[in-house]
């Protein structure tokens, strides 16, 4: 980072931090954050400043966007790039925010090239290069250890874009293998939808074989919500997305953090 940029940076936090009770309060309602330690929390806390200070959070569909909310999101969303760099979301600045379920108008155009036009119900959408939606109901019932996070999901897909589509291929860091990414996703995925066509009840969400990208955003989920879930089933993700993130979320709840863990 330039001078120009680190000066930027502490002015930011100088006039903008967020308080400490409120920061407090926002992580005491989000379960997954409960297993940082305080050298985590507090780069947590200025990553969420700094998030707030720069992006701007719209309200739609008659949505009340308060501290709260802005709060819940910017902790969230941080918690992903929390070892990764600070410019993980650049390239767009809109958070779009809607009271509840949205409707979204889908056209699609079928291979004898008629036009076919739908409407879908969701509870968040990225969209490349531009905003990112969300439900404020879906985003108080995210960060609860409980295997659901539309935060996590919907920028996962953010840092997913930063090569292009998202296609559960984002880019990688210097010295991860990117064939062992392949495969390993590759794997799982391919597993999962074997699984979820055989009407198997799985543990992670059927939604992730909807295309690789899918995976991708449900699997990071499931990496912060529920880690051991995700190791159970898929280890080899389990690593990839270790390395990915630099987080070891397992180790952290289980109290081993530093220890090695039995996954590459």
């Known amino acids: 980072m330039s001078w120009l940029g680190r000066w930027r940076r502490a002015r930011i936090l100088e006039r903008n931090a967020i308080p400490s009770p409120a920061f407090e309060a926002g992580v005491a309602r989000l379960p997954i954050l409960h297993r940082l330690d305080a050298s ?7 990553a969420a400043s700094l998030f707030i200070h720069d992006k701007t959070f719209s309200a739609a569909g008659g949505a009340e966007v308060d501290d709260v909310v802005r709060l819940a999101v910017a902790l969230q969303a941080c918690l992903l790039t929390l070892n990764l ?5 650049r390239g767009w600045n809109e958070i779009v925010l809607y009271p509840d379920e949205f409707l979204r108008a889908r056209e699609e155009t079928d291979e004898a090239g008629v036009v076919h036009h739908s409407r879908d119900i969701l509870v968040g ?3 490349l290069g531009g905003p990112l939606v969300l439900s404020i109901a ?13 935060v996590l999901h919907e920028f996962a897909h953010k840092l997913d874009m930063l090569n292009g589509d998202a296609n559960g291929y984002p880019p990688l860091h210097r ?6 990414w392949a495969h390993d996703f590759g ?16 543990t992670i969400d059927p939604y992730a074989t909807a295309s690789p990208g899918e995976f991708f955003a449900v699997v990071t989920e499931t990496f912060f919500e529920t880690p051991d879930l995700l190791d159970a089933e898929y280890p080899a993700v389990y690593g990839q997305l270790r390395q990915f993130y630099r987080q070891d979320p397992l180790a952290a709840m289980t109290g081993t953090l530093g220890a090695p863990h039995g996954h590459g």
């Not at 879906?138 to 539309?150: M, P, R, T, W």
Request: aromatic share 8%; hydrophobic share 30%.
């Open 40 to 46: 985590e929390r507090t780069r947590l806390r200025e």
């Open 85 to 89: 760099g600070e410019a993980s979301y």
């Open 125 to 127: 959408e990225s969209w």
């Open 138 to 150: 879906d985003i108080e019932a995210s960060g609860q250890a409980d295997g659901f996070n539309v």
């Open 175 to 180: 010295g991860m293998d990117a064939s062992a």
């Open 187 to 202: 794997t799982a995925y391919e597993d999962l939808c074997r699984r979820v066509d055989g009407g198997e009840d799985t």
